[in-house]
């Protein structure tokens, strides 16, 4: 809201007043994407995931129950809080101020239900890379090294390969379900998160594999 209060009438008229209610979503990815490794790898550190394997023999069925478990209440906090971040921001605009919105004007609902999304593909994520590390320092260096650093490194190449390789990258998919304001040579909300939850199923896929073949 301080940010609001501080925009020009220009900056107003152009900038995602959705995404900016939205704010929070960057503190909130690293919470849920931290707690979707920690899921996983918690029981690693403590040496409970083998009682765990001996009471139930098919290693897959209890990554199974708990990425179903853990997306399941991703899922509704995410959304409920993107939904109370949006009203939160929209009640404390002034009255009859530029950045004020209702959830019928186009791509609102899309992009406050799509934050909920968006953070349980992000913790589900997270979730398939600590299968895969078990370690969960190891696993988080590497979902916010995968989700940071490519957008970074990107800048560095020719125009053409960041029009090309740029939308698909894990960050810039997954962020274009919750914006309203489309950019340039961006992905299709929906098609973003599609490539976005690809990521998080290759992951989760991948430690599937994992957890079969090795011992605990």
């Known amino acids: 809201m301080f940010l609001a209060g501080r925009l020009s009438a220009r900056d107003k008229t152009t900038i995602d007043a959705v995404r900016l209610s939205l704010a929070g979503l960057h503190l909130s990815q690293i919470a849920i994407g931290v707690l979707g490794v920690l899921v996983i790898t918690g029981e690693y550190s403590t040496g409970l995931i083998r ?7 098919q290693r897959r069925l209890v990554l199974h129950a708990k990425a179903i478990a ?12 993107s939904v109370a971040a949006y009203y939160t921001f929209q009640a404390l605009l002034p009255a009859g101020d530029s950045l004020r919105s209702t959830i019928n004007d186009p791509g609102v609902l ?77 992905l299709q ?17 991948a430690g599937m594999i994992a957890v079969k073949h090795r011992d605990a």
């Open 51 to 57: 009682a765990t394997f001996s009471a139930v023999r």
């Open 70 to 81: 853990f997306t399941i209440a991703a899922l509704v906090v995410g959304t409920v809080s």
């Open 110 to 186: 899309r992009a406050i239900t799509g934050a909920g999304l968006y953070l349980a593909a992000l913790g589900l994520l997270g979730f398939g890379l600590g299968a895969i590390i078990r370690s969960g320092a190891g696993a988080i260096a590497t979902l916010f090294g995968l989700l940071f650093v490519p957008p970074i490194l990107i800048d560095v190449l020719p125009h053409t390969w960041q029009s090309t390789i740029g939308p698909y990258l894990p960050m810039n998919a997954g962020s274009d379900i919750f914006i309203t304001q489309r950019q340039p040579g961006s």
């Open 189 to 205: 909300p929906w098609t973003g998160f599609a490539v976005f939850l690809l990521y998080a199923a290759l992951a989760v896929t």
